[in-house]
Every structure is written in structure tokens, then in C-alpha cells.
T-cell receptor, first 114, second 113 residues
Framework: AQSVTQLGSHVSVSEGALVLLRCNYS??????LFWYVQYPNQGLQLLLK????ATLVKGINGFEAEFKKSETSFHLTKPSAHMSDAAEYFC????????????WGLGTSLAVNP | GAGVSQSPSNKVTEKGKDVELRCDPI?????LYWYRQSLGQGLEFLIY????????KSGLPSDRFSAERTGGSVSTLTIQRTQQEDSAVYLC???????????FGQGTRLTVV
């Protein structure tokens, strides 16, 4: 069965520090993977997606994620955190890229301290 | 419109009452999805509309849940005889097609007391 696990429901970093949000998946078929972000009082927004092309995917706002098949991981990183990055981040696993079949992680709340 | 709009943003209802949640998708988007996010749970797919095709209702948790999409635009999710376990945030999303980026509304927080 397909599943997504986000390690750490809450992550806190200092402004300017590296952001690392962890996502591991389980899938019996080649996965499509997504990271979404939800800023306070806003809807979910797509940060980036992996669809079997380049394993290092660059997204908006300086975020990137690397698909590692051997580790079944798709961790999200940003070299230098900004206060505006404080939000809820969701990792999702797709079925051949069909949105309706997305399997979602529970989310990671990122706090950025001055 | 500029984005996906959902109303109301918050709804408190008594157990046993019916509720209607509204979603106004981005103009021109043919695909529309409803998801539910319960406390401590990931987003759960409920139903999917694509153009004039029959909707995919495979995620609806019970026959108390139904949804319609009128004129290929606005959608209404109806929950009959609400139960406390229906308390959740209900999210609507739309996309140009089923495999393109989905744009989400801000959600409706439903509380059943």
C-alpha cells in the first residue's frame, strides 16, 4: 500500500539556518511526489513536484527536494530560512500524477526564530 | 475568480443537522476535488469532478455525504445528519485537468457539537 511519512510534526530553525523537512514514502509503483505549503490563513500551494525526471527538483521560494529511490525519501530543503517561511508543509504521493489519488503526509509545522 | 473560494470559512452545527459547504473553483478549471482533513490525519480524498463525466465518489465515507457540481462550476458538498466525527477542515481544489497542478481554497472548518 502507498503511504507517506513526514518525520517531525514541528520543526524550529533560526533565521538564516538550513531548513530540512523529511518525507519518506512507500509505493509499489514509480512515485510522483509533491511538496505543498500552507501559509497562515491561506490555501495549500504547490512548492515543487517530482515526476520521474531530474531527481533534484527546484521549487518556488528557494526550496528544493531530492528524490532518493534507495532511501525512499523526498526531503525538502532550503539553505537559509526566512521568517516568511513559517508555515505548514505537506508531502504527498501521487498515483501516476493523478491529483485525485494523492496520499498525504500529516504535515510539518515550520517555525522560524529571529 | 482569482483563486478557489470556499464558504463559509467556519461552520458550527448541532449533531444531526444537515450542512452545505460551497466551493467556487477557478474559472475555466474543469477538474474539482473535495478533501477532508481531520485532526491528526492527512488530507483524505472525498470526491472528484472532471468536466461532464460522472464524478468519482470513491472517497465519500458514508451515504450521508454527497456533492454536486452545477454547470461545471460551483460545487456543493452536503453532509446530512452530521456526526461529531464529521468535524474537520473540508478543502476544495480545482485544476485544468486531473494531472495538472491543483489550486486549493482556504477550506471550511466544520465543527459538530
Amino acid at each position: 500500500a502507498q503511504s507517506v511519512t513526514q518525520l517531525g510534526s514541528h520543526v524550529s530553525v533560526s533565521e538564516g539556518a538550513l531548513v530540512l523537512l523529511r518525507c519518506n514514502y512507500s509505493s509499489s509503483v514509480p512515485p510522483y511526489l509533491f511538496w505543498y505549503v500552507q501559509y497562515p490563513n491561506q490555501g495549500l500551494q504547490l512548492l515543487l513536484k517530482y515526476t520521474s525526471a531530474a531527481t533534484l527538483v527546484k521549487g518556488i521560494n528557494g526550496f528544493e527536494a531530492e528524490f532518493k529511490k534507495s532511501e525512499t525519501s523526498f526531503h525538502l530543503t532550503k539553505p537559509s530560512a526566512h521568517m516568511s517561511d513559517a508555515a505548514e508543509y505537506f508531502c504527498a504521493l501521487g498515483d501516476a500524477g493523478n491529483n485525485r489519488k494523492l496520499i498525504w503526509g500529516l504535515g510539518t509545522s515550520l517555525a522560524v526564530n529571529p | 475568480g482569482a483563486g478557489v473560494s470556499q464558504s463559509p470559512s467556519n461552520k458550527v452545527t448541532e449533531k444531526g443537522k444537515d450542512v452545505e459547504l460551497r466551493c467556487d473553483p477557478i474559472s475555466g478549471h474543469t477538474a474539482l476535488y473535495w478533501y477532508r482533513q481531520s485532526l491528526g490525519q492527512g488530507l483524505e480524498f472525498l470526491i472528484y469532478f472532471q468536466g461532464n463525466s460522472a464524478p468519482d465518489k470513491s472517497g465519500l465515507p458514508s451515504d450521508r455525504f454527497s456533492a454536486e457540481r452545477t454547470g461545471g462550476s460551483v460545487s456543493t458538498l452536503t453532509i446530512q445528519r452530521t456526526q461529531q466525527e464529521d468535524s474537520a477542515v473540508y478543502l476544495c481544489a480545482s485544476s485544468l485537468g486531473s494531472t495538472t497542478e491543483a489550486f486549493f481554497g482556504q477550506g471550511t472548518r466544520l465543527t459538530v457539537v
